[in-house]
């Protein structure tokens, strides 16, 4: 480091390794803040987005009054608008967005893949099946619980296959996902087969993905199950530091790898599938966002999971504005991720060492 200036002082060579450790502790914390706040300020901005034209007072002000109990004078549309419209569908987005996400973060952590996303132990593929039985074949059958019921059933058959010797093998884990999402990917060829036009085409919907039927209603029954397992995630996010170093290493240290493992696939299973039974399939935000997460502030979980949670409910909300008001018809939210997922996926990892994981 320099320590003057002008002709006659003695110049000392940099050292860009303290210069970028400095820099680090400086930029690192206000970033950290940001991403975990940034909730926030997305939920009020994408509250004024709409066909139904309200600026950011009156906004404001209709949801104190909602709150409060009070009358503003408004028209009972702008209520209807924020409470009935926009609002429950925000916090649905928050939700699956926050679920996908850290069930993400979780199944990396655990299988020790930045590849592994929410869905690779048949998730999607059993929530599609259960779905379309519901929509085509046993319209009587609520398609929410239908679609979670068959995402676990997934979940169960993959554990069971994977289990050899009193230990859950995670190669065996994978590639049972892998299978069991082929055969019920097989299933809905079938349905897709032998049903009528209209039908194909409420299946494809919800197969896409989408928060254009979010409800109160619809919300009720599942964001117990995604906080639970977030919060379960959360509070034992350093036991994944300890899984991530190996079956072997985490048990030289005492660790029941068991149990532990278990309760991880579970609570990030259970998050997943109930995004999944509200939203339909919606591809890459378990993939991207902790893996981006994991690049700029390292493998960590007492860091990454907060950030996956925050960041993946802000970013699913955003997308989901892009949904809403990129053109004159609603685009399935699906699409979008996947559209916007992709060449950054690509990008991430081209530009950064062995994609940020080590």
């Known amino acids: 480091m320099a320590i003057g200036y002008g002709p006659g002082v003695k110049q000392e060579p940099v050292d860009g390794r303290k210069v970028g450790h400095l820099s ?42 909602g709150i409060a109990g009070i009358e503003t004078g408004y028209p009972e549309m702008y209520k209807t608008v924020v409470f009935e419209v926009r609002l429950p569908r925000i916090l649905i987005g928050l939700m699956v967005g926050a679920a996908l996400s ?25 929530a599609a099946f259960g779905a379309a039985l519901s929509l085509v074949i046993f319209p009587w059958l609520p398609v929410q619980p239908c679609a979670f019921f068959f995402s676990l059933v997934g979940l169960i058959i993959a554990y069971v296959m994977s289990r050899s010797r009193g230990e859950t093998l995670v190669t065996s884990m994978v590639l049972s996902g892998i299978i069991i999402g082929s055969v019920f990917g097989s299933l809905m060829t079938i349905i897709q087969m032998v049903v009528d036009e209209k039908a194909l085409q409420s299946i494809i919907f919800w197969t896409m993905g989408s928060l254009a039927s979010s409800t109160w209603s619809k919300m009720s029954p599942s964001w117990i199950i995604i906080v639970g397992s977030c919060a379960v995630i959360f509070v034992l996010r ?14 030289s240290v005492g660790m029941n790898v068991e149990i532990y493992k278990g309760v991880f696939i579970v609570a990030a299973t259970l998050a ?18 902790p893996h981006s997460i994991r690049m700029i502030f390292g493998p960590d979980h007492k860091t990454l999971i907060p950030l996956s949670i925050t960041v993946g409910a802000a970013f699913m909300v955003l997308v989901d504005d892009i949904a809403r008001a990129l053109m004159g018809f609603e685009i399935p939210v699906g699409v979008i991720t996947t559209m916007i997922g992709a060449p950054f996926f690509v990008y991430a990892l081209r530009s950064t060492r062995a994609g940020g994981w080590d």
């Open 24 to 65: 680090s502790k400086i930029w690192k914390p206000v970033a950290f803040y940001f991403f975990l706040f940034l909730p926030f300020p997305v939920f009020f901005f994408s509250m004024l987005i709409g066909i139904y034209p309200m600026t950011a007072e009156e906004v404001a002000r209709v949801l104190f009054s």
């Open 102 to 126: 850290v069930s993400g973060a979780t199944f990396q952590g655990i299988f020790r893949n930045p590849l592994v996303g929410p869905y690779v132990l048949g998730i999607s593929s059993g």
């Open 238 to 251: 350093w036991k994944l530091n300890v899984l991530t170093m190996g079956d072997e290493e985490a048990k």
């Open 272 to 289: 997943a599938s109930a995004a999944v039974s509200i939203a339909g399939i919606i591809g890459l935000v378990g993939l991207i966002v």
